[in-house]
C-alpha cells in the first residue's frame, strides 16, 4: 500500500505512540519516562516513518465520493383542491467516508486466537516493523438508501389547506464505530459483513400533518357577505394551525458487557451476542423502566467462544417520536388603519414524553432501561403574542 503523508504527521508533528508487546507487561517506567523520540532522517527527500511514531496518511490515488440517485414519481390530481404523489426515492453511495471521522487504523492487528503478542498481528509489522497506529484517511464505505415517499395535499378547501406527508425509507451501510474505538477498523480491513447495517440517524416510518384553517367568515370570507355583524364579529378572523409529526422508534444495536469468568471472547470487533429464540420484546414492560428484556438468556445468547455474535448492529428500535404542535390566531379590524392579532402557541400540546433510547449493553443491571428523553423533545410550552398594525 502506498502512502502520502497527511500534514497531520511529519515534519508537522512529531508523535510518539508506543504499546507493550502484551496485556501484562508495562510500556516504561515512571521514574524514567518513555524513550526519547528521534526525528527520523531524509532520505532523497522523503521521510521514513519509524517505529512508534503515530502516523497518518492518505490513499496514493484518493477517488472522490459518488452518489448514484434514482427516483419516480407520480402524481394524480383527485379533485380541484385535493391531490396525491407516491414516489420511490432511492440513492447508492460508494467511496464514502467510512464513520464520522473518515479514517480507521491501517494497522489495526488482526484477532487470532491464543496469539498474546498483538504486534505480531498487525499488517505493516513483520515488512516494517510498525507497532503504532496509522490513521487512514480513507472513502472506503458504501451505504444505500431506499424511501416510499406518499403525499397528501388539500389546498383552500372552504377555508382548509393542509399537507400530509409518509416516509418509509431504509438507510444502511458499512465501516461505522458502532460499539467501541476500533470496530470500523477491524471491519473494514477484516470482516466488513459485521459493520454492514441499519443507519443510526433514521427511523423506518416518518408522518408530518400541516394544517391550517381559517373560519370562513368575516370581510373577504366565503361565509362573511351572508352573515350578521356581530356572526363577522366574533367568529370571523380566526385562524387554527397545527403540525404533527410522528416517527418510529431510531435503530440501537445491543452488546455484551461483562463475559462470564474464564469465557474466552474477541479482543477485537463488536461485542454482539448470538440471536436468541425468542423476541427481546417479550415479556417486557415495554417503557422507560424496561424497553426490552436483557440480560443472556432467552432472546440474547453467548455466542461460541472466540467467535463474533450474529445479532448484528442497530437491529433493535426505540420508542416511537410524537409531537402536536398547535397555534391559535385571531385578527380584529379596529377601525381602517389599526389591525390587532391576538395569537396563542402551544408545542407539545398533549405533553407527550418522547423517550431516548434504552440502555444497551446486555449484562448492566440498568439493560433495557431509558434514562433519558429523545433529541429535540421538550415538555409543553406555551407562548403568548399581541400583533398591533397601523
Not at 226 to 232: E, K, P
Not at 341 to 352: E, G, K, S, V, Y
Request: with cysteine.
Amino acid at each position: 500500500m502506498n502512502f502520502n503523508e497527511a500534514n497531520i504527521t511529519l515534519p508537522v508533528l512529531l508523535a510518539q505512540s508506543l504499546s507493550p508487546s502484551n496485556a501484562t507487561q508495562g510500556v516504561f517506567q515512571l521514574s524514567s519516562g518513555p524513550p526519547a523520540a528521534l526525528f527520523p532522517a531524509s532520505v532523497g527527500g522523503e521521510i521514513a516513518l519509524p517505529n512508534n511514531i503515530a502516523g497518518a496518511a492518505r490513499p496514493h490515488h484518493q477517488t472522490l465520493p459518488v452518489v448514484y440517485a434514482y427516483n419516480v414519481a407520480i402524481q394524480r390530481q383527485l379533485t380541484n383542491s385535493l391531490s396525491m404523489t407516491v414516489a420511490y426515492v432511492g440513492n447508492s453511495g460508494r467511496h464514502a467516508p467510512n464513520d464520522t471521522d473518515s479514517n480507521i487504523n491501517a494497522n489495526q492487528a488482526a484477532f487470532v486466537p491464543g496469539v498474546t503478542n498483538q504486534n505480531t498481528l498487525k499488517p505493516y509489522f513483520a515488512t516494517y516493523g510498525w507497532t503504532q497506529s496509522i490513521t487512514y484517511f480513507c472513502n472506503c464505505a458504501v451505504n444505500q438508501y431506499n424511501a416510499l415517499q406518499a403525499t397528501v395535499d388539500v389546498r383552500n378547501y372552504h377555508g382548509y389547506t393542509a399537507t400530509a406527508a409518509y416516509v418509509y425509507e431504509r438507510a444502511y451501510g458499512d465501516g461505522y464505530p458502532f460499539q467501541n474505538g476500533n470496530i470500523a477498523s477491524y471491519t473494514m480491513l477484516y470482516n466488513r459483513p459485521l459493520g454492514y447495517g441499519n443507519e443510526g440517524f433514521l427511523p423506518n416510518h416518518q408522518l408530518l400533518i400541516t394544517q391550517t384553517f381559517d373560519l370562513p367568515y368575516g370581510r373577504g370570507r366565503a361565509f362573511g357577505n351572508n352573515s350578521g355583524r356581530v356572526v363577522n364579529g366574533v367568529l370571523g378572523g380566526w385562524r387554527v394551525s397545527g403540525i404533527t409529526t410522528f416517527y418510529s422508534g431510531m435503530p440501537f444495536s445491543v452488546g455484551i458487557g461483562t463475559y462470564p469468568s474464564g469465557y474466552a471472547f474477541p479482543s477485537v470487533g463488536p461485542n454482539y451476542p448470538d440471536r436468541g429464540t425468542v423476541s427481546p420484546f417479550t415479556g417486557a414492560a415495554h417503557n422507560r423502566k424496561q424497553w426490552y428484556v436483557g440480560g443472556l438468556g432467552n432472546a440474547f445468547l453467548l455466542p461460541a467462544q472466540n467467535t463474533f455474535g450474529n445479532y448484528g448492529f442497530n437491529n433493535l428500535y426505540g420508542p416511537i417520536y410524537i409531537n402536536q404542535d398547535l397555534a391559535l390566531m385571531k385578527s380584529v379590524t379596529v377601525a381602517e388603519h389599526y389591525k390587532v392579532t391576538l395569537r396563542t402557541d402551544a408545542f407539545n400540546l398533549f405533553n407527550h414524553a418522547n423517550l431516548g433510547l434504552p440502555d444497551g449493553t446486555l449484562t448492566n443491571a440498568t439493560a433495557g432501561r431509558i434514562t433519558s428523553i429523545a433529541p429535540g423533545s421538550n415538555m409543553r410550552r406555551l407562548q403568548f403574542a399581541l400583533r398591533m398594525e397601523f
